[in-house]
């Protein structure tokens, strides 16, 4: 008659209490209604249509979108006769020129850091990093021709 109330004691107590500790405590998720790029957060409050947003960062980038507008305000600003005089042209300018010798003080990075993957896969005994290597070498050679460049 014990085994019963022990089976008893445990279905009624102990059971319950377990399985307590092992469920979520907050049976609720939070919706994210918007989404985040960096420090930026595109949702309903900051924009008539997140989702469409979205879907256009996927394909342009807002850099990209920026840089072709700074691109086609600083041709215009080219043609107005005082752009050394107005201060928003000549602003409009520097920052052209900024972001300019940014772009290419990074391509030299990144034609440094290319050098040094070729220096890489050259020295690799791998067949395929070997194979890489001279597929590279060759594109580049074709480049280097299409270009006026002799290699």
């Not at 405590?25 to 249509?49: D, H, M, P, R, Y």
């Not at 074709?142 to 290699?151: E, R």
Request: proline share 4%.
């Amino acid at each position: 008659m014990t085994e019963p109330a022990s089976a008893d004691l445990w279905a009624n107590i102990w059971f319950p209490w377990i399985s307590a500790a092992f469920a979520p405590q907050k049976l609720w998720q939070s919706v994210n209604s918007g989404w985040s790029f960096g420090s930026v957060t595109i949702n309903e409050q900051n924009s008539s249509a997140p989702q469409t947003e979205q879907i256009i960062l996927a394909h342009e980038s807002y850099g990209r979108q920026i840089g072709k507008l700074l691109d086609a305000v600083n041709e215009l600003v080219k043609t107005q006769p005082d752009r050394d005089s107005n201060k928003a042209f000549i602003e409009i300018s520097e920052l052209a020129t900024r972001i300019n010798r940014i772009k290419h003080e990074a391509a030299v990075d990144r034609i440094q850091r290319l050098r040094q993957d070729l220096e890489l896969l050259s020295a690799s005994d791998r067949p395929e990093d070997q194979a890489a290597f001279k597929a590279n070498i060759e594109a580049l050679r074709a480049l280097l021709k299409t270009n006026g460049s002799s290699g």
